[in-house]
């Protein structure tokens, strides 16, 4: 029989384990707002063509991610029996599919532009946009390798390390911005080609760390022997739970990524005050996304133990948890957004008041709608511990698209609110999403919880 903790406990227990992970996606999260800022700096037209880019690479990625997302239920699994073998073969053949949906996807990234052009974007922040990602796409192949090894690591509860290597990665992209978008220390001046350098070498930089710490830290996991193998089984095993994971998260990404696309039908200055205020907003949903990897993790330990009183009594915590930053984060964005938007523009910027203006109404709506976010991100990883992915699947992918995108586009273009109605239709999504994903969880967990046990 396992121990009754109490929420105090449970709340430790989450925090311990979590923290590092919040800290790893915040480490992460700044590679993607150092390119924002220092473009931003650089060029209000080159920022629209970030925006574009790094959205298009996001959706793909994260899609891709699926894959790795899915090892860390599977490891955290067989790590409460010690089954070494089955971790090293989930992680092995996540890694696979990783680099086969890399082989897939690369092609839409060379040539980006025409796809944009097809969407409606404007010539030249097409053509912006696919040199940057001309370069940067490179390293998704990386990139999506340290997602799975992250995501091993993060199933042993090898959190630290998850962050000390993400953030050595951001500070390699921090140094390599600073250098090659400006032209400083002896650097060319490279504009968006020296942003989209300075990411690819973050994400080998990040690969390399990984691997090495697997290598020396695990060895009895020999993830790397005979790598060449395929292990058909297994793989269709990680393939089973990863492709809804992937549909998942590509529901919501691609649900911004479209919404930058609309927001670039309205102009230039309402896309870049959208990925400003994006970037804000992302940083927030990066803590709960680190509490939801936690909750995925302790979800998975008490399913394998057939715990449902532990199993729902973290499960609140993680959400009260959530609750507190969504209230602290709320506040910030409400009390400064001029001085939080102005960090991403130039002060001598001829747009900059207009920026602002737009800014602010839309960071004001993100304060409202990352209460929805968050409580979604949350529940979809206490579903995931269960290893319940197809059911959210589906009612993620009717909240975003059915209902989040069909609303952002009546009320930005038919009733005329611009940037404003696409960001309430936003909101409406993500609010769906959130109760359809708690409805699910709290009413049948005690009914998924024999299948996992």
Known sequence: ????????????????????????????????LTDTIMVGWYGVPELAALTLAAS??????????????????????????????????????????????????????????????????EPEVAANAQVYLRIAGWGMAPALGVMALKSYLAGLEHTRVVLWITVAAAVANGFGN??????????PELGIRGAA??????HLTALAGVVLYARRKLPQHQLFVRFWRPDTEVMARVFRLGWPIGVTTLAEVALFAASAVMMGWIGTVSLAAHGIALQLASASFMIHLGLSNAATIRASNA?????????????????VLSLIVVAL?????????DQLIGLFIDPAEPRRAAILEVGRILLALAALFQLADAMQVIHVGVLRGLQDTRVPMVITTISYWAIGLTCSYTLAFFVGW???????????????????????????????LPATA
Do not use: K
């Open 418 to 448: 611009g940037a404003t109605g696409l960001w309430l239709g936003l909101t409406f999504g993500l609010t769906c999403a959130a109760i359809g994903l708690a409805t699910r969880f709290w009413t049948s967990a005690a009914r998924l």
């Open 197 to 202: 350098i300075a990411s690819l070498l973050s």
């Open 1 to 32: 029989m396992s121990q009754i903790l109490s929420p105090l406990a449970h709340a430790r227990a989450l925090l311990i384990l979590g923290l590092p992970l919040v800290g790893g996606h915040l480490a992460q999260f700044l590679i993607g």
């Open 303 to 319: 399913a394998g133990r057939g715990d449902l009183t532990q199993l729902r009594r973290g499960a609140w915590v993680v959400s």
């Open 178 to 187: 600073y250098a090659l978008i400006f032209g400083n220390w002896g650097a």
């Open 56 to 121: 298009l690479f996001m959706t793909l990625f994260l899609f891709g991610s699926g894959f790795a997302w899915a090892v860390m239920p599977l490891v955290a699994s067989a790590a409460v029996t010690r089954d070494d073998v089955t971790i090293r073969r989930v992680t092995r053949m996540a890694l696979w599919l990783s680099g086969l949906f890399f082989v897939c996807v690369m092609p839409l990234l060379w040539w980006s532009a025409p796809i944009l052009r097809a969407i409606g974007q």
């Open 329 to 337: 984060t709320t506040v910030l964005f409400l009390a400064l957004p």
